[in-house]
Nanobody, 121 residues
Framework: QVQLVESGGGLVQAGGSLRLSCAAS????????MAWNRQVPGKQRELVAS???????NYADSVKGRFTISRDSAKKMVILQMNSLKPEDTAVYYC???????????????WGQGTQVTVSS
């Protein structure tokens, strides 16, 4: 089974940094777009950053200039480097990806379990 597993979350003071990683595993032929989303209890999940298979990135206005998304195709990983963290960045961060398991198979959307990021003031 295809799995996405996030890691790197934790507690950090405002102004600090964290590096989140998400590793895809299982029977995977190729990965298209990958992204990071975040969610606060009681609120809608929102897109933080995305990166295409060609390396084109997109960021939410709230994180531009502070977060950087990257990917390592060989390792089937997507990274979110988070700098100058603010208390409002506190949320559960989820990675997601469009994955094809076989050459002639369909593209399917997968989500990780999430990793908690807490930024103290």
């Amino acid at each position: 089974q295809v799995q996405l597993v996030e890691s790197g979350g934790g507690l950090v003071q405002a102004g600090g940094s964290l590096r989140l990683s998400c590793a895809a595993s299982g029977s995977i032929f190729s990965i298209e777009d990958m992204a990071w989303n975040r969610q606060v209890p009681g609120k809608q999940r929102e897109l933080v950053a995305s990166i295409s298979s060609g390396g084109i990135t997109n960021y939410a206005d709230s994180v531009k200039g502070r977060f950087t998304i990257s990917r390592d195709s060989a390792k089937k990983m997507v990274i979110l480097q988070m700098n100058s963290l603010k208390p409002e960045d506190t949320a559960v961060y989820y990675c997601n990806a469009n994955i094809r398991q076989k050459l002639w198979g369909p593209w399917s959307h997968y989500w990780g379990q999430g990793t908690q990021v807490t930024v103290s003031s």
